[in-house]
């Protein structure tokens, strides 16, 4: 565009950029940048940058060749980078609650901890996490299917009291209807199967919306570098912010898996009907095939789902037309003849007690049960073999969340949360269709058993809670000792101390957080088991159990299936009223976008159903911007991250090419980096990957509070990596008391407003000189 012309950048004229980036619930450009009158520099509403009003034209050339553009007295030209609006936008993102369970299997795939890549059992570990997500899917289309066709199609529709209680139930109804067409149980599952079948459709639509929307960036092309045992990380990888293939591949493999439990819930309740003897030999030879086909396509699923099918070293554009088009074609095709071999008529067939519900729930619970019994030993030995936890630091080996057991752990609480989601709906619908308990025999006993534990569970966790306060309280009085003596504060106000050693004891209970997982996980595991054992060993649910038991023991399992049955329910709707908040209210989102700046910062690498990765967004972002302004420029650039904005600065910093990381310096504050992101993501943050990003880049620099429940050090200490990163704790508040410089009483910031230090700007300026001035000059 016009004429060309050569900037001369000299080594005196030192053009400096500080790319803000902020944290977990967004920030506007004005706050970020502490001016009212911004503009939007580069971007889209979704994700931009922006800059002051007088510091649009910054980068210009200067009228005068003696006075190099953008000097601004040596000041750094800030700039904010908003990505806000990518995990807080319109109402839909209010449907992304139902994809919870999803976003936390998700998270456990990247969880393993550091070992050697390309070896068996990090395959391995990604193998059975991604089959862990496949039986999710599975879970909840089975849930829509219990709703849908168990409970409304089969017993109430079947049922003559229940069918006149809901007069839109009449034409499903033999007697309503007077043997209407619609009545046979056939036609009526077929015609309920239209539910479970637009979920899934719903599922896809979402997956497929929200890949194009946030994940279709591609990002800088270039070539991978060499990796040098564990200190290299994926994160540096050309292509592991681009999983196009990966994410389609897994899309067709749960969008067919989903077609085909409806299809099996359908064609195996006719099958087991033309099975019977005396029954007609066509139906029962079809039914045969039926069955058959259903686990050919079972079997096509687990093949998909097995195959990773995608390569980070480079931008993989390649994608698998062929299967991602035809595998749900197939099931979908399949499904529709499974609809009309169902609907076909069978004289004599009447609906009676339950489908097969317990059968389907029990293998789920069972292999769900195993999968994380088989990933827990799988991440054991990662933890303890070669090129993980042997070969490593006695302080790395401390660090790591739960001995290298997080992500198993993660993947019971996922599959716990399923369960929790398909009870909660199963039951609050059969206590709608039946109020009275007395017309239907409701939703699978399994289900009622996992919900009768819960409130074993709550008094679990209301013990841990108890345990953890009572050190928190302990910790108060030790921290309002260190307070007094930090500011001089003897004996100093005593309301005043005791608020920020409260905050201080408060903020260490993130550090307790692998304690709660763990003791939550395992509680689940074990409830969960007793849950399939009462079920298969009696048939009944627990208060039936209890019959023959003493009055103790009844009354304990009436209690516990009452409570339990009332706990989901609320649950239940808890998640629905929330939802409905987050659709019609924009802060009520931002609330549930906080979730998800912290749960959607990874790839979709083992749940295509999950909410849409942010970061394959603003990651490349990041470093399209770093790159061509340190190319056209010749200066400094300091990348500054807030919170959840510190991890996309590093992650942004490790896609630069080397030449280019070079002349990039590192400021975070509040970060998460190291004390959550190091001790759950240990292959992609622990010490050894944050080290090599400290030798690579020009410098670092991390600021932190002790007040902070979510920042804390990076604990990268001053040797060959480089210089120190971490500065000594932050003052907070930065007066106890009024001061000239603070004649009202400063407030106690916790994880904000780091800016309002003068460390910060300290830090900031100590980067910039530390960075090479002497570049060469660029053409623009």
Same mark, same amino acid.
């Given at each position: 565009?016009?004429?060309?012309?050569?900037?001369?950048?000299?080594?005196?004229?030192?053009?400096?950029?500080?790319?803000?980036?902020?944290?977990?619930?967004?920030?506007?450009?004005?706050?970020?940048?502490?001016?009212?009158?911004?503009?939007?520099?580069?971007?889209?509403?979704?994700?931009?940058?922006?800059?002051?009003?007088?510091?649009?034209?910054?980068?210009?050339?200067?009228?005068?060749?003696?006075?190099?553009?953008?000097?601004?007295?040596?000041?750094?030209?800030?700039?904010?980078?908003?990505?806000?609006?990518?995990?807080?936008?319109?109402?839909?993102?209010?449907?992304?609650?139902?994809?919870?369970?999803?976003?936390?299997?998700?998270?456990?795939?990247?969880?393993?901890?550091?070992?050697?890549?390309?070896?068996?059992?990090?395959?391995?570990?990604?193998?059975?996490?991604?089959?862990?997500?496949?039986?999710?899917?599975?879970?909840?289309?089975?849930?829509?299917?219990?709703?849908?066709?168990?409970?409304?199609?089969?017993?109430?529709?079947?049922?003559?009291?229940?069918?006149?209680?809901?007069?839109?139930?009449?034409?499903?109804?033999?007697?309503?209807?007077?043997?209407?067409?619609?009545?046979?149980?056939?036609?009526?599952?077929?015609?309920?199967?239209?539910?479970?079948?637009?979920?899934?459709?719903?599922?896809?639509?979402?997956?497929?919306?929200?890949?194009?929307?946030?994940?279709?960036?591609?990002?800088?092309?270039?070539?991978?570098?060499?990796?040098?045992?564990?200190?290299?990380?994926?994160?540096?990888?050309?292509?592991?912010?681009?999983?196009?293939?990966?994410?389609?591949?897994?899309?067709?493999?749960?969008?067919?898996?989903?077609?085909?439990?409806?299809?099996?819930?359908?064609?195996?309740?006719?099958?087991?009907?033309?099975?019977?003897?005396?029954?007609?030999?066509?139906?029962?030879?079809?039914?045969?095939?039926?069955?058959?086909?259903?686990?050919?396509?079972?079997?096509?699923?687990?093949?998909?789902?097995?195959?990773?099918?995608?390569?980070?070293?480079?931008?993989?554009?390649?994608?698998?037309?062929?299967?991602?088009?035809?595998?749900?074609?197939?099931?979908?095709?399949?499904?529709?003849?499974?609809?009309?071999?169902?609907?076909?008529?069978?004289?004599?067939?009447?609906?009676?007690?339950?489908?097969?519900?317990?059968?389907?729930?029990?293998?789920?619970?069972?292999?769900?049960?195993?999968?994380?019994?088989?990933?827990?030993?799988?991440?054991?030995?990662?933890?303890?073999?070669?090129?993980?936890?042997?070969?490593?630091?006695?302080?790395?080996?401390?660090?790591?969340?739960?001995?290298?057991?997080?992500?198993?752990?993660?993947?019971?609480?996922?599959?716990?949360?399923?369960?929790?989601?398909?009870?909660?709906?199963?039951?609050?619908?059969?206590?709608?269709?039946?109020?009275?308990?007395?017309?239907?025999?409701?939703?699978?006993?399994?289900?009622?058993?996992?919900?009768?534990?819960?409130?074993?569970?709550?008094?679990?966790?209301?013990?841990?809670?108890?345990?953890?306060?009572?050190?928190?309280?302990?910790?108060?009085?030790?921290?309002?000792?260190?307070?007094?003596?930090?500011?001089?504060?003897?004996?100093?106000?005593?309301?005043?101390?005791?608020? *920020?050693?409260?905050?201080?004891?408060?903020?260490?209970?993130?550090?307790?957080?692998?304690?709660?997982?763990?003791?939550?996980?395992?509680?689940?595991?074990?409830?969960?088991?007793?849950?399939?054992?009462?079920?298969?060993?009696?048939?009944?649910?627990?208060?039936?159990?209890?019959?023959?038991?003493?009055?103790?023991?009844?009354?304990?399992?009436?209690?516990?299936?009452?409570?339990?049955?009332?706990? *989901?329910?609320?649950?239940?709707?808890?998640?629905?009223?929330?939802?409905?908040?987050?659709?019609?209210?924009?802060?009520?989102?931002?609330?549930?976008?906080?979730?998800?700046?912290?749960?959607?910062?990874?790839?979709?690498?083992?749940?295509?159903?999950?909410?849409?990765?942010?970061?394959?967004?603003?990651?490349?972002?990041?470093?399209?911007?770093?790159?061509?302004?340190?190319?056209?420029?010749?200066?400094?650039?300091?990348?500054?991250?807030?919170?959840?904005?510190?991890?996309?600065?590093?992650?942004?910093?490790?896609?630069?090419?080397?030449?280019?990381?070079?002349?990039?310096?590192?400021?975070?504050?509040?970060?998460?980096?190291?004390?959550?992101?190091?001790?759950?993501?240990?292959?992609?943050?622990?010490?050894?990957?944050?080290?090599?990003?400290?030798?690579?880049?020009?410098?670092?620099?991390?600021?932190?509070?002790?007040?902070?429940? *979510?920042?804390?050090?990076?604990?990268?200490?001053?040797?060959?990596?480089?210089?120190?990163?971490?500065?000594?704790?932050?003052?907070?508040?930065?007066?106890?008391?009024?001061?000239?410089?603070?004649?009202?009483?400063?407030?106690?910031?916790?994880?904000?407003?780091?800016?309002?230090?003068?460390?910060?700007?300290?830090?900031?300026?100590?980067?910039?000189?530390?960075?090479?001035?002497?570049?060469?000059?660029?053409?623009?």
């Amino acid at each position: 565009m016009g004429e060309a012309r050569t900037v001369e950048r000299s080594s005196t004229g030192r053009a400096a950029l500080e790319l803000l980036v902020h944290g977990v619930g967004g920030a506007r450009p004005e706050k970020m940048l502490n001016d009212p009158r911004t503009v939007r520099i580069t971007g889209d509403d979704t994700a931009a940058v922006y800059r002051r009003a007088e510091d649009a034209d910054a980068d210009a050339p200067a009228a005068d060749a003696n006075t190099p553009s953008g000097d601004h007295d040596g000041r750094p030209v800030p700039e904010a980078y908003v990505w806000s609006n990518l995990t807080s936008g319109n109402g839909t993102r209010a449907l992304w609650l139902l994809l919870l369970p999803f976003m936390v299997v998700n998270l456990a795939h990247w969880m393993r901890p550091a070992s050697r890549e390309g070896t068996r059992a990090v395959r391995l570990y990604g193998l059975l996490v991604r089959l862990a997500g496949l039986s999710l899917t599975v879970l909840l289309v089975a849930a829509a299917c219990e709703v849908a066709l168990d409970l409304t199609a089969w017993q109430c529709a079947g049922t003559r009291a229940c069918a006149a209680r809901h007069s839109w139930l009449g034409f499903l109804s033999p007697s309503g209807s007077h043997g209407g067409w619609w009545s046979p149980p056939g036609r009526r599952l077929a015609l309920a199967a239209l539910v479970p079948t637009a979920l899934t459709g719903l599922l896809w639509y979402l997956s497929h919306r929200t890949w194009r929307a946030y994940e279709s960036q591609e990002p800088l092309d270039r070539a991978a570098e060499p990796e040098h045992g564990p200190a290299h990380t994926a994160l540096s990888r050309p292509g592991f912010w681009y999983g196009r293939r990966l994410v389609a591949r897994l899309r067709a493999a749960h969008t067919a898996a989903g077609l085909l439990t409806v299809a099996a819930a359908v064609g195996t309740a006719a099958a087991r009907e033309d099975h019977r003897p005396g029954g007609p030999a066509v139906l029962d030879a079809l039914g045969r095939l039926l069955e058959v086909s259903l686990a050919v396509g079972a079997l096509a699923v687990v093949w998909v789902v097995c195959r990773r099918g995608r390569s980070e070293n480079r931008l993989d554009r390649t994608l698998d037309a062929h299967l991602v088009h035809r595998l749900p074609l197939t099931a979908l095709t399949l499904l529709a003849l499974t609809l009309v071999y169902a609907a076909w008529n069978r004289p004599g067939w009447h609906s009676s007690g339950r489908l097969q519900g317990d059968t389907t729930f029990g293998a789920l619970a069972l292999s769900q049960g195993a999968l994380v019994l088989a990933l827990a030993a799988v991440a054991h030995v990662l933890y303890r073999g070669p090129g993980g936890d042997a070969d490593q630091g006695r302080d790395e080996r401390e660090r790591c969340a739960l001995r290298g057991l997080g992500g198993p752990a993660v993947v019971m609480l996922a599959c716990a949360l399923g369960g929790v989601m398909s009870g909660g709906v199963s039951q609050r619908v059969s206590d709608w269709l039946d109020g009275t308990g007395t017309f239907l025999d409701g939703p699978p006993v399994l289900l009622t058993w996992q919900a009768s534990v819960i409130p074993v569970l709550f008094v679990v966790l209301l013990v841990l809670c108890g345990l953890l306060g009572r050190r928190t309280w302990r910790l108060t009085r030790a921290e309002r000792v260190a307070v007094a003596r930090e500011y001089g504060a003897d004996p100093g106000d005593p309301a005043r101390t005791g608020r *920020i050693a409260r905050t201080r004891s408060m903020a260490t209970l993130t550090d307790r957080g692998p304690l709660l997982v763990a003791v939550t996980a395992g509680t689940t595991l074990l409830l969960g088991a007793a849950a399939v054992v009462g079920t298969f060993a009696s048939r009944r649910t627990p208060v039936r159990a209890a019959e023959a038991a003493g009055p103790f023991v009844q009354g304990a399992a009436q209690a516990a299936q009452a409570l339990g049955s009332w706990l *989901i329910g609320l649950g239940f709707i808890l998640f629905v009223t929330w939802g409905r908040r987050a659709y019609k209210d924009a802060s009520a989102r931002r609330t549930i976008g906080i979730l998800w700046d912290v749960g959607t910062f990874w790839p979709r690498a083992a749940h295509p159903f999950a909410p849409p990765c942010y970061a394959e967004r603003a990651v490349p972002d990041l470093t399209w911007r770093m790159t061509s302004w340190t190319r056209a420029t010749g200066g400094r650039l300091v990348i500054s991250g807030h919170s959840q904005g510190s991890v996309l600065a590093a992650a942004a910093a490790w896609q630069l090419k080397p030449s280019d990381r070079k002349r990039v310096a590192l400021l975070t504050y509040g970060s998460p980096i190291e004390r959550l992101y190091g001790r759950w993501f240990p292959a992609h943050f622990g010490p050894a990957a944050l080290a090599a990003l400290h030798r690579d880049i020009a410098c670092w620099r991390n600021l932190y509070r002790l007040t902070d429940p *979510i920042g804390g050090p990076v604990r990268l200490t001053g040797d060959d990596c480089g210089p120190e990163v971490d500065r000594a704790p932050l003052a907070d508040p930065l007066a106890y008391g009024r001061t000239a410089e603070h004649p009202l009483p400063a407030p106690i910031l916790g994880h904000s407003d780091y800016q309002a230090d003068p460390a910060f700007a300290e830090e900031r300026a100590h980067l910039l000189a530390r960075l090479h001035p002497e570049l060469p000059a660029q053409r623009t």
